[in-house]
Every structure is written in structure tokens, then in C-alpha cells.
């Protein structure tokens, strides 16, 4: 059936997002790469950028789909992570023994098959769910905050006191349900759908959600309790229950396929002895085209309003030629690299993302040594689960903008700056404040906001700059990524060996020296702190310059629905 299978489809894009985020769980082993490697912090920010280094190549992921299958790039993901990683934990396990540079490269190999992954699942939701595409993203990558919470039961299940394990879980589970998901991707895939279809993927996100939701406060609550083995393992079962069970959505859709076929066929009957009746296809055939002669003189019309304006110098302030200069005039416009790189709008969103999503990551990559300088070294695990289940609940949120449409409509670039806010608040408490509470509620804000960010910015990605090119524009987006992790990494690094010529603040623990106190990041704090309130300025800009694109498509989709 073609639409049970596409829905199975989408839940096993949401296992391999749930088990391919493995770029969260960097700050549980860090510290023994460290000690391992007897490097500096500085040089192990090098290797934490490395691993966001390797999404700067994320773009070869969407090139490749173009020329092999896509259960090919899925497995080249799987091995290409095998690699990487594998050869880490040989490593940390003294067996094979490894010059930097070569970890350095493992690093990158290993962030490459995160990304790859990712467009793997985004090229699944984008094509099969063309209808409800910001669901299907917002349902799929939410699952991939919650990796770093599903890898803390499993080590735990294993032996909660070898941070190691991370390393050869980080290898061998994405191959594993790589493996498990591949029959599933193999199944036909149909570009038709039913008029009626529309609404009921709607009703069935909401379903799927609801359980989305279960399934986080199921890792958020519980994890904290995970200590033991045997408590892990049953927690863990619960959790690959929660995953598994949105299995029976095919098998009710499947149900509603057979009655539907029957009315299609009394449908048919009634055509063929009634040559009066009217088919609904016809009709919708003539509102779209209604509608996309609707939309073309709208767009002609605010080109013709935008062209006069600048030609009318006395009646045209600064501030509307910056916002009205080659701003976006319809949504869905396919843009190719060329033409995305021209953009004034591509690069604002280029540096919201910067300073947003980007700089959160690096705090989570640099989480262990914050926890460990703030005397909370203990609390290190918790404090990862806990960024990956707000980061999961975070991704949920970005679908608030369709599922509140009909109630309350604002443009996704305006979420996206309200979105924003929460992660310089986050900076500014941990500058008042190093209390274990407060670096809890920072962590929760960073990761709440950073993963609104990371689910929505690929909607975005697609409604600004085109849906078929959002595998190749998307990748070329993060790749802020690796540059903002050396930035921002370097920065927090340099006041942290800084800090280290103090005595009174270094503490040796396993052979190296450890910076302890406050002081060891707090100018990174409100460097960071800064650095995202530009970033919520430069989402603000956006939306300033994409609100007439949105609200025309919001009043085309409304007259859509009245005809």
C-alpha cells in the first residue's frame, strides 16, 4: 500500500536519526582523549572541530545522491562512521596507537557520516511527504536529539563506569540500524496523492507527535536514574519500545487504504452511469491553476511596487532599501549555488545560524570541561542527556509554526528569531551564576533553543531557497559548522589555558592538569553571550526582509481553502 509504506519510511528515518547523532556524546570521552593523547585543551578543540570539520563535506552527500541510490549513501554513512570512530576506541584502548594528525582526520571522517546521514533523511521526508514536509523534517530530526540520551542507557546497560564505550557505540550502532532500516528504504516509491490525503498525514502527525513527546519525557525523567546496569537495561527496553510502536501507524492506514479503495470504486461508478458528475481532480486541476496565475501577478506586482520604490529617491528611507533590495518574492523559488551565494537573505540566515545553532553546538562539545572546571565532574553524563532530551523537545517545537497555522500565523523566519533568544539568556545566567542549577537550566535553555534551530533551519532551507535543492543548499549552510567550532572553540580553549598559569585554580587528575573554578570560562561566557544577541539580530533582518513572502503564501493558501 503506498501510504503505509511511506509512513514506514518515515519512522525509520526517525530510528537512524535517533541512533546517528553521535556528535552530542563528544564531551562524555573527551577528557580520556585527552589524557590519552596527553594533548592540550586547545589541541583537543581541534579535535572537536574536526568532527564538525566534517560536515563542511556534507555537501558531497547531496551530489552523490544524484548518481548512486540512496540505500548506497546510507551505507557509505555507515562505514565512513565504522572508520572513524572505530579507530578512535582502538585508540582510547591502547591497542593500536595513533599520531594527532591521524586522530584529527578520524575526526573528520567520523563527522562526515553524521551528515550524510542527515541528508539521507531529509531527501526522504522532502519527497515523500511534499504536502506536510515541515512535519516529516520536524518528526524525523527531533529524533536526533535524543541520540545522545538513547547512548547513555546503552553504555550504561553495558558498564556505566567506561566512558570508552561511547567510542565503539558511536561505530557500530548507526551500521546496525543502518542494516535494520535498509528493507524499509527499498520499498516503491508513488508521487500520487489523494485529495483527501492531505488532511489525514495531518491527524496522523499529530498522533505521531503526541508519542514523540511521551518518548522524551520517557529519556528526560529517566535517565537520571540510569545508573545501575539492570535499571539501564529495563529503561532501555522501554525506550526501543517507544520507538518501535509507531510501527502500527502503517497497519491503520493500511486499513483505511482497503475502505477507500472501495469508495474510490463506487466514486468510479457513479462517473461512469452519471456523465454529469464533475471529478474533484478537475476542479483542483482549475484552482491551481487559479492559483499559480494568482501568485505570479502578486509576485509581478511587488517586483513593480519594489522597483518604483527605489527609483523614487525622496520617498525611499535607508532602512526600506535594505529591506526591500533584492529580497525574496516567493517562497519554493529553486536557487542553485550560484544564485544561493548572491543572496543577501542566505547570508543573514547564514550568520543567524552562525551564531546560534552553530555556537550551542560547541557548548555542548565543550560541556565536559565546563562541568569538570565547575566541580561537577560527576554530573557530566547528566548534563549531556539532559542537552540531548531539550534539544529533542526543542526540534518538536519547530513544528508549533504549522500545527498553530489556523490559530495564530507568523512567518518560520520569525520563530526563528524568537527561537534564538533563550541561548544568549543561557550565557548571561552562567555569568551570574555557576551553581549546578544554573548550569542546568543553561544547558536545558541552550539545547531547547539549538534544537528548534538545527529541526527548523532545514524547512527553512526548502521554503526559501527551493525544495529540490535543499540537499546541496542545506550542506552548504552548515558549513559555518566547522568554522564557528574553531572560532568559538579556539576562544573558550585560550581563556581556559590562560587560566591554567594560575595555581591556585589547577587541579591534576589522571596526570594532566585540570583549570577549576569559575573563572576558567566565564570570559567565554560573555563572549558568547554577545556573539548570540548578533546572531538574534541577524533572524531579526531575515524576517524583516521574508515577511511579504510568507504572508503572500499564507493569503494564496487562504484563498486556496475558500475555493
Known sequence: MEQSSKWMILIATTWIQAFTGTNFDFSSYSSELKFVLGISQVQLNYLSMASDLGKAF??????????????????????????????????????????????????VLAGCSIC?????????????????????????????????????????????????????????????????????????????????????????????????????????????????????????????????LPLIAPGVICTEEWSQLFHHNSIFETELFHPDYISLEDNDTDDLGKHNEMVWK????INVWTENSHGSKEKESWTNSFLLRDHLLLLGEEHSANLLIRRLDFWLYYLAYFCGGTLALVYSNNLGQISESLGYRSEISFLVALYSACSFFGRLLSAA?????????YARTAWLAF????????????????????????????????????????????ELFGPNSAGVNHNILITNIPLGSLLYGLLAALVYEANLGK?????????????????????????????????????????????????????????????
Open 419 to 462: 527561537a534564538l533568544i533563550p541561548t544568549p539568556l543561557a550565557f548571561f545566567l552562567l555569568v551570574l551564576s555557576g551553581s549546578k542549577g544554573a548550569l542546568s537550566a543553561a544547558t536545558a535553555l541552550v539545547g531547547l533553543s539549538s534544537g528548534f534551530v538545527f529541526s527548523a533551519a532545514v524547512s527553512i532551507t526548502s
Open 401 to 409: 509554526p504549522d500545527f498553530l497555522r489556523d490559530k495564530m500565523y
Open 116 to 244: 550524510w546521514f542527515n541528508t539521507v533523511c531529509y531527501v526522504l521526508c522532502i519527497k515523500h511527504f511534499p504536502a506536510n514536509r515541515p512535519f516529516a523534517l520536524s518528526l524525523s530530526i527531533s529524533f536526533n536529539g535524543a541520540s545522545a540520551a538513547l547512548y547513555n542507557l546503552i553504555a550504561n546497560a553495558i558498564n556505566s563506569k567506561d566512558d570508552t564505550l561511547f567510542l565503539l557505540l558511536n561505530g557500530l550502532v548507526p551500521l546496525v540500524t543502518s542494516i535494520a532500516a535498509l528493507p524499509i528504504l527499498l520499498q516503491p516509491h508513488s508521487q500520487t496523492l489523494r485529495a483527501d490525503s492531505v488532511h489525514r498525514e495531518y491527524l496522523n502527525f499529530r498522533c505521531l507527535t503526541i508519542l514523540a513527546v511521551f518518548t522524551g519525557l520517557y529519556l528526560l525523567i529517566l535517565n537520571s536514574v540510569s545508573y545501575s546496569a539492570q535499571t539501564a537495561r529495563i529503561l532501555l527496553a522501554g525506550a526501543v519500545f517507544l520507538l518501535v
Open 58 to 107: 556534507g555537501w558531497c552527500s547531496g551530489v552523490s545522491l544524484m548518481y548512486f541510490p540512496l540505500w548506497v549513501v546510507l551505507l557509505i554513512a555507515a562505514f565512513t562512521g565504522l572508520v572513524g570512530y572505530g579507530l578512535q576506541w582502538l585508540l582510547i584502548q591502547r591497542i593500536i596507537v595513533l599520531p594527532y594528525f591521524m586522530v584529527f582526520l578520524l575526526c
Open 503 to 563: 595555581t591556585n585554580q589547577v587541579l591534576v587528575l589522571d596526570g594532566s592538569k585540570v583549570c577549576m573554578g569559575r573563572n576558567c570560562y566565564i570570559q567565554t561566557f560573555m563572549w558568547w553571550g554577545c556573539i548570540s544577541l548578533l546572531g538574534v539580530a541577524s533572524s531579526l533582518l531575515l524576517f524583516l526582509r521574508t515577511k511579504a513572502a510568507y504572508d503572500s503564501q499564507e493569503r494564496n493558501r487562504n484563498w486556496m481553502r475558500l475555493t
Open 298 to 301: 502578486e509576485a509581478s506586482s
